[in-house]
């Protein structure tokens, strides 16, 4: 019942810029805090971003601090990471995944729920 679909990754040039979406369903979206992770082929899967249940509260990996913004919009059931300044390393599999109601864990066995990823590419 539980769903995450995310979307709008893509091809970008090194310097661009995503936006990635989550649409959620099947659960009350604005208890949970939610994250995104992402995963390149032969590598562990690692933190993004997270952000709490209101949106107040946001968590950043130190190797998009800056550059990432993780927002949410509980009225439309959605979870949102904008991608500025986008280098080569950030080419992965990007996942959004359902927290808990004021976590910002960065350790992925926190979230119970994950959608079927996009992918990112950044490439000249």
């Known amino acids: 019942q539980v769903q995450l679909v995310e979307s709008g990754g893509g091809l970008v040039q090194p310097g661009g810029s995503l936006r990635l979406s989550c649409a959620a369903s099947g659960f009350t979206f604005s208890r949970y805090g939610m994250g995104w992770f992402r995963q390149a082929p032969g590598k562990e899967r690692e933190f993004v971003a997270a952000v709490s249940w209101r949106g107040l509260y946001t968590n950043y990996a130190d190797s998009v601090k800056g550059r990432f913004t993780i927002s949410r919009d509980n009225a439309k059931n959605t979870e949102y990471l904008q991608m500025n300044s986008l280098k080569p390393e950030d080419t992965a599999v990007y996942y959004c995944?359902?927290?808990?109601?004021?976590?910002?864990?960065?350790?992925?066995?926190?979230?119970?729920?994950w959608g079927q990823g996009t992918q990112v590419t950044v490439s000249s």
């Open positions: 995944a359902r927290g808990t109601s004021s976590g910002l864990s960065i350790r992925a066995y926190d979230y119970g729920y």
